[in-house]
C-alpha cells in the first residue's frame, strides 16, 4: 500500500506529499527524511512550494523521502513534537530523531544537500551501518525498560530546553545592555553638542573665512 501511495504521489507532475500521523511511520520507515513543516498563510512557505514539489520527484526513493507537514491541520501534532515554532521549519535526517535544517533556501541550495546528507545511515533499522561503538550505544537503549529510556529522553529533551531558554536569557539580556548602551551615548553626544561644539565649529569657520578676506 506504501509502496503503491509513493508511486501515486511521485508519479504526479505537481503532487505534494504530505505526512500526517497516520502515515508517518509507514512512509518514512528505513528512509532518511527531509520535511518541511508549514502553515498555508505562511508567505515564505508558499514561495518555496514550487522547488520543494520539484526537489520531491528529484529525491523520493527507496532510501530518501522529501516530505511537507502542514502544522495547521493533519501534521499538527508531528510539528508540537518537533518544537516548531516559526514556519517553514526544515528538518532532516532519521525520523525519530530530526535535526534543524540551516542552509540555503534556493533549489540548488535544497538539491545539493538532500543528494548529500539523505542517504541511510546508523540507527536500530540500519544497524549494519553502525561502527561498533554505535552498535553498543544501540545495544544498551535497546536492553533499557521502556520507562527507564523514556525518562532519559525527557531529561535529555529538558537539558535542550533548558539550553534554548539560557541562550534566550543571554540575547535578551545583551539586547537590553545594547539599548543602554545606545541611550548613554545618545545622552553624551548631545551633552557635547550642547556644551558648545556647534558654536565653536561655527566660530572656527567664520574666523577662516576672515582670514582668506584679509590674505586678499
Known sequence: MARFMMTLVVGAAAADLHLTPDNFDELTAGKSVFLKMYAPWCGHCKKMGP???KL?????G????VASIDCTAEGKPICDANGVKGFPTIKYGDPAALED??????????EKFAKENLKPSCSPGNIDLCDDEKKAKIEELQAMDASDLDSQIKTAEGELADAEADFKKLVEGLQKSYEEANKAKDAKLKEIKDAGLGLMKSVRAFAAKADDKDEL
Open 56 to 60: 520531491q520527484l528529484e529525491i523520493n
Open 62 to 65: 527507496k532510501d530518501a523521502l
Open 101 to 110: 535544517y540551516q542552509g540555503g533556501r534556493t533549489y540548488g541550495d535544497l
Open 51 to 53: 522547488d520543494w514539489e
